[in-house]
């Protein structure tokens, strides 16, 4: 296993090599490199590539990753770029291999339905292609520039995963490079496998750090009738979250239930100007629901309104129109581009089985005070996944005592029997935090499954887990 | 890595550890072993294991695998023995780790609808336990005496996978005791999850070669409304199947779609004396539905039969009482009981993309009768899952013939776009033909994969593939 120091530089042989296996214009070095050194996490460590080269089949992939295999240089693979962890960060130099043009849509098949995709098409093109074709994609994880390479290898959530699930549970089948060059296919069109291990699924969510997807295929279903969307205001964020079992239990499953907090609604009124229903309120649901019919989503939100009612709620708000509605979306789509605005030290993604949110919140709160950091949050009420975004307006906290408060809300998230990410991933920035979650005896065990794929540990070093730490 | 010969026998010293362990009555020896040397496999190899050990916590089973790793004595780990593929035979003797005794339901949340259980509780004390809360686990494999451990270690499907999916989609979390006894937890009680490699999902379906599963995290759902079935006779099973695309493209998701043709219903017929209805058409689909409400289900019925009457179906029978339905459900329940009095020279649990069903069953039949061998075959039209009996009541087939067949119709379903086996597991009788759908590279990686939980080889050795195979 190599360690930091054993990783090779990139040298002009290889440079040459590079330009031989993609063409000129696709190696970029020097300055044009600067674009890939971050993704889009607000508090972010960059570091820049020795090259970037941009492959456009799976060929060119296979003989980059020999290449680099043999060389012993650090690999990054690259999508569009918009994580939230750090985990496209070139943190020990090498090769980035940026699949923006793998972006072709391969197929869509509208018997098996199922869409098979190049990892640097994005979610909006994606969306585009399917429901052309009366077919639907419903993850939403809230960035439709995301490339699906990314949000397979993050198994990126969102906010419909009541009814949908996640990432993974829309992965069929994939096309990977391991690195020494072998091209290795997983599943196919259908959910039921029970042919060896399940690699699809131990590849979506390991960040690059197994290997390089060059092919995804990806399970569609019918598109939804209605969509609706319902707001509802509680005294307070413990009765909000409350009535969620509630709703659950009386059989009704919902895309997605949200919560959100007045602080953060005046945070968009005062950096948008944008009116925002209900505003003097503490707490909501928004409740997002498909329905075949108008009357069933009346029957629907009228058994909603009553068990909410039933729980403090005071009032239902449905908007309208289709403008409205939209409206409504784009205050919660917008949360985290307005706490760009604020001091923020770091954000957490924490999930936690859903009936400890409200005490996760309270208590990390607590502990923030000590630091003078106040912690503003919201999240997905249906599915216990939580972003916390901890601010320090006074500019007084230091990086150790940063450090130091995030260890105590992650083992805060651990004993209540919750986890560190539930969308961004570890990445970088989150990896120090693992040991919290998972004791040594697993992490040595994902180390040994690590160099499975990766003898050599080219592979997106440096995240997840260090592979010579302890 | 060890070969057959390499590995150890028990010897008396190991018993009397295990009695220290488990307690005399939990030790089984001699003849007592007899009954745990094959599952349901209609055409199956026995063979005795040396002892048979019952433990009833998860720290015995701890301390026996770390003996059984120590000694290099193979390890088998058993639920409830009612596989299809030999996965639980003893190939290489040793020690079957029966997990009967660990049966407990540990808790039915319904705040978070996650059901934590030990392996050995079977499907039918599961659905009662959740229901009895007003929750649901909708998988239904079919057989209710098999256990959840065995169900998550073969991730058996069944026939409610076009709305449901299968077994793994269920799993949340796992406790796993790795062969040195090292005790690992994966998962929670949350759908989404970003932190590390996701074990759950590549343990769930690795038929006891990695680890053994000691306790499960199961996703529940609220009880569905009502459920109904419809019967849609068509005048050939080409349409029946080329129906079913339509349908979905409808909006409609039913909990399952089977078909079913005149050769099997005479079967079942000509064995129990049952009457089927309908039972002078070629070939049915027979449509499981959930609808909340009469009218809801009356409109999703309505919708079916016109899009099938479009594509030639020629009735449409909906049982009107409760005893017609099940009725309907026990035909299909005993095919497989039924084809048990057939000279059945072997099984296949192939799964295709759905629109590929009807070509792989014409062209297999077509393979089949240059054998003098006719196939009795029903499956899962929705989710592309077939399952072929191979008949040869002249008895004049060899067994190398037998294995030729059998090479060409999986051939035929891996050249389709599908794989080996969709819901079985390869375990003894299928990883023969398991090269036939993954190349080298790809089984190298697993056994790589292998390695990294089991570095002796001890777990299940002789399934899915070989270690020491080329």
Redesign the interface.
Known sequence: VKTRSEYRKVTPEIISSLVEIVGEKDVLTGDKCFNYSKDEEIVAETHVPEVVVRPKDTASVARILKLADEGCIPVVPRGGGTGLSGGVVPVHGGIVISLEKMNKILEV??????ATVQPGVTLAELYEAVESR?LYYPLFPGETNATLGGNVS????GMR?IKY??T??FVLGLEVV?PGG?????G????????????T??L???EGT?AIITEIMLRL?????KREVLCIPFPNLSDAINAV?AI??????PVGIEWMEKSLIDLVKRFTGKEVPLRDYEAFLMIILEA?SEE?FLSISGRIEETCRKRGATDIFIPGTERAKRNLFEVREQFHTMLTHCNVIGTA?I?????CIVQLLEKSREKAADYDVIILAFG?AG???LHLYLVNEEGNISQEQTKELFKKIYELGVSL??????????GLSKKGY?PL??DK???D??R??????DPNGIMNPGK??DLDGD
């Open positions: 098949d509208d018997d098996n339905f199922v009366g993050t198994n990126a959530g995963a699930g996640v993974r549970n391991l072998d091209i290795i296919r997983t196919g069109k259908y959910v039921k496998c029970s042919t060896g291990y399940e690699l699924q131990l979506a969510g390991s197994l279903v019918p598109l939804p009738g079992p659950l239990k009386d059989g009704i499953i075949g069933e993604d999930v936690v089985p859903r009936s997905h599915d216990g996944n029997g919750g986890t560190i990410s539930g969308e961004h991933g570890l693992f979650a998972a005896e697993k992490i065990l994902l040994r499954v690590k160099l499975a794929f997840i887990f």
